[in-house]
Nanobody, 123 residues
Framework: QVYLVESGGGTVQAGGSLRLSCTAS????????MAWFRQAPGKEREFVAA????????FYADSVKGRFTISRDIAKDTVDLQMNSLKPEDTAVYYC????????????????WGQGTQVTVSS
């Protein structure tokens, strides 16, 4: 069982930055793939970025590549998402998720989810 709690959402103007944090608790975290997803009103949940808890390798959705950075802090049990050069189309509820084994872009493969945090980017 893994418990995830997100924080750091808010409202920012286009071009600004926000940093989201996901605090994880549970056993065997090193065996989990961690990811951020987002869901805008009326749209399906979409992949944003992912990292293995035990590795530094990361991958991103094309829409955020070069602007967002995912990182994990093993000592603090956190997975962060640094978001720069934000655009109005980045507005969504952002979710942290965990899955046993390798990371994935597919939301249905993730068994553990946080409650979500709202990010609003004004133009």
């Amino acid at each position: 069982q893994v418990y995830l709690v997100e924080s750091g959402g808010g409202t920012v103007q286009a071009g600004g930055s926000l940093r989201l944090s996901c605090t994880a608790s549970g056993r065997y975290l090193n065996n989990y793939g961690m990811a951020w997803f987002r869901q805008a009103p009326g749209k399906e949940r979409e992949f944003v970025a992912a990292v293995m808890w035990s590795e530094l390798t990361t991958f991103y959705a094309d829409s955020v590549k070069g602007r967002f950075t995912i990182s994990r802090d093993i000592a603090k049990d956190t997975v962060d998402l640094q978001m720069n050069s934000l655009k109005p189309e980045d507005t969504a509820v952002y979710y942290c998720a965990a899955k046993w084994g390798t990371r994935s872009r597919l939301p249905h493969e993730y068994g553990y989810w946080g409650q979500g945090t709202q990010v609003t980017v004004s133009s």
